[in-house]
């Protein structure tokens, strides 16, 4: 095995320690003024510190899962090695491509805040995402079609992310408490990511990647994870189709962790707030080591965990 694998985390795990690796790296610096610009003129580090509603907003919250994830990219991803992996989750996909090296940073974040902004101009009542745990998709599919919903994200044969109208979502975890789930709880994301609900979205997304992403190419020594389907990337036209789709489409994160591991990595390291990726992919693969950047005290050490994949 050699190289790394990078998952881009998505919204849900934001903190006011989601910056404190890297908020007084010099390298990271040009990131957190990038996302300040996105952000109307707020530090993400002095938002991140400030918590409350504010930093699970949508609008916000893309960008500060774009900027932790790219401030650690500019301060470490000298030290890894290639071939690298790379896949994003959710709102993660975005900054991903950029870990990628097929759009820079600044498009990053008009993308993520486009992204957003459309997002929460097609969420016209009260809508979000919920988490249900311990029941086959069979079961959580029927649940779905009994209240409105559709499932989001799929973690795992017995993991699923369901979305849809809040007023769905409450009766829809209660009957899943009952059939026997081990975890039903509503999560802190407030738009339907990833169901049909936002296909409008997806469609006036499509054209904007086009605009955003021009004469681009995936370097040689990259694979990029495509979050719908773990599906590589081989042409960046056909790669930002999917990238506008996944918001009104299923994530089969399971598949973009088989890609992962198919690549052979020596080591996973995931980029964002928490570490939830990195958990989910040691239980899918234990034999890869896989950590989480904030799992670490010091730039420095990251580093060196990083070099040992060399």
Sequence with gaps: MSGIAILCSGQGKQS?????????????APVFALAAGALG???PRDLAHQGGDIIHRNDVAQVLCCAAALAVWAAVGSSASRPITVAGY?????????????????????????????????????????AIIGLPRDVVDGICRAYGLD???????????VGGRAAGLRPALADATARGATRAT??????????????????????????TVTDARLPSDVRLVS?????????VADGLVKLAAQVSTTIDWTACMDACRASRPARVLELGPGSALSRMMTEFEPGIPARSAADFRSVA??????????
């Excluded at 006011?16 to 990271?28: H, I, Q, W």
């Excluded at 499932?151 to 992310?161: D, K, M, S, T, W």
């Excluded at 050490?301 to 060399?310: F, P």
């Design 16 to 28: 006011a320690a989601m910056f404190d690796l890297v908020a007084s790296e010099p390298t990271a």
């Design 41 to 43: 003129g707020r530090d």
């Design 90 to 130: 959710s709102a993660g996909e975005v900054p991903a491509w950029a870990v990628a090296g097929v759009m820079d940073a600044s498009s990053a974040f008009n993308l993520v805040t486009r992204r957003a902004a459309l997002m929460d101009e097609a969420t016209r009542e009260p809508s979000g995402l919920a």
């Design 151 to 161: 499932v989001a994200i799929v973690n795992g044969p017995l993991h699923l992310i």
């Design 186 to 211: 509503v999560l802190p994301i407030h738009v339907a990511s990833h169901t049909p609900a936002l296909k409008a979205v997806s469609e006036r997304l499509g054209r904007l990647v086009s605009e």
């Design 227 to 235: 979050g719908i389907d773990g599906a590589s990337v081989r042409g």
């Design 301 to 310: 050490g990251l580093r060196r965990w990083i070099e040992v994949a060399s």
